[in-house]
């Protein structure tokens, strides 16, 4: 029998990525959303998979709505991928963003545990709960926590309740501690989507400038086509287990922004780039970079994509974009 998936998040970035390879597996894919009067499928339909997925209503804030979900689904696995992900949002509405993905996880978990203790649970954890702990320059396993936003906070909270289930209940719980992955579809407000939209706006002769804030600080950015990947690797385990997931390479706003204006011809990005303060964080992670060592050896993952093509890939998706 195909095996059933519940996907938290599906309307955003990783959803429709993991949806459709687990489509490509098999499996029927329930996808949660949480405003069923106005849902907007244009990240299922990039990806040609709107009509594939059955969907549920459910909020996770809403207890009642998370338990129905499990009791009727029974799910094999359960992707929690919802979450109030904007770090730069976080400081505005801190509360909001600890309800969902703090409590949020706690009610998810407690609905698993009385109405369907089989299924298996992936946790969205991230690299920001890692903030300013860092070992010799990278992050594993093993590196401290010391978030510094908000939604690092929230994130740590739900890293320990998903490890705590399963230590106090036995249930199957993997955190996948993802570091930033982009695609053509990420939000238009995350720093790789904002520059690859502005950069093709200022080709297209729709805008003169892109603001920004701070252009120093660097990422270990991969494409979410390649992460959705290692989620799914982690369920299919004997054991269940925690995973840092990433490229192994930093590079700087700056250096993405060089690639992305280079790439479409215009050399001297400095003519088009504000720094403005209003993208400044109060609290910032300078520096973030993976070491790989457990997922490669356990899971036998790695990233296919790397950096410039990822640039690449994104500038051309929204090149194409303005040309409609
Ligand atoms: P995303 O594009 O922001 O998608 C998040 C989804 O969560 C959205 O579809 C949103 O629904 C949904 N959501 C928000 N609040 C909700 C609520 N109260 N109830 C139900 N659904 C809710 O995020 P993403 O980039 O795909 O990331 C997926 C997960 O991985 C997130 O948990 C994120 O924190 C985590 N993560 C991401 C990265 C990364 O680099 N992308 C790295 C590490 C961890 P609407 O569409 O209705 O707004
Ligand atoms: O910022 C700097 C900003 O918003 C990256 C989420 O998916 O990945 C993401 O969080 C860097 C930061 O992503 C602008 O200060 C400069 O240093 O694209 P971002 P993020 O904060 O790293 C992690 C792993 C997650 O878990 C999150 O859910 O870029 N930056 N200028 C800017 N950032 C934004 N957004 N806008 C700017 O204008």
């Not at 996808?31 to 990806?47: A, E, I, K, Q």
């Not at 926590?145 to 106090?168: C, D, L, M, Q």
Request: proline share 4%; hydrophobic share 35%; charged share 25%.
């Amino acid at each position: 029998m195909a095996k059933t998936a519940l996907v938290t998040g599906i309307l955003g970035q990783d959803g429709p990525y993991l949806a459709k390879f687990l489509l490509g597996k098999g499996y029927k894919v329930y996808g949660m959303v949480r405003r069923y009067s106005n849902p907007n499928f244009d990240n299922l339909d990039f990806l040609g998979i709107t009509k594939k997925v059955e969907y549920v209503e459910g909020d996770m804030t809403d207890e009642s709505s998370l338990i129905t979900n499990i009791k009727n689904i029974q799910p094999d696995e359960v992707y929690n991928l919802a979450a109030q992900s904007f770090v730069g949002g976080s400081w505005h509405q801190a509360k909001l963003t600890t309800e969902i993905n703090a409590l949020g996880v706690l009610y998810l978990l407690n609905a698993i545990k009385l109405f369907s203790p089989t299924t298996k649970f992936y946790q969205a954890s991230t690299s920001e709960m890692f903030g300013l702990g860092n070992t010799n320059g990278y992050q594993d396993e093993n590196t401290c926590f010391h978030p510094r936003s908000p939604y690092g906070i929230s994130k740590v909270y739900a890293y320990w309740t998903t490890v705590n289930f399963r230590e106090s209940y036995g249930l199957f719980t993997c955190n996948g501690i993802l570091f930033n992955h982009e695609s053509p579809i990420r939000g238009i407000q995350f720093v790789t989507r904002k520059i690859t939209d502005g950069v093709a706006k200022i080709k297209k002769g729709l805008a003169d400038k892109l603001y920004l804030g701070n252009l120093e600080a660097k990422r270990d950015w991969g494409f979410a086509g390649d992460y959705v990947e290692a989620m799914h690797l982690m369920l299919q385990q004997e054991k269940p287990g925690d995973y840092v997931v990433g490229t192994g390479e930093s590079h700087s706003v700056q250096e993405f922004v060089e690639l992305a204006f280079k790439y479409v011809g215009l050399d001297n990005w400095r003519n088009y780039v504000v720094t403005d303060p209003r993208y400044k964080r109060p609290a910032e992670i300078h520096e973030l970079k993976a070491k790989t060592d457990k997922v490669k050896k356990i899971l036998g993952w790695q990233p296919k994509m790397p950096f410039e093509e990822l640039v690449k890939t994104m500038v051309e998706a929204d090149l194409k974009r303005y040309e409609h």
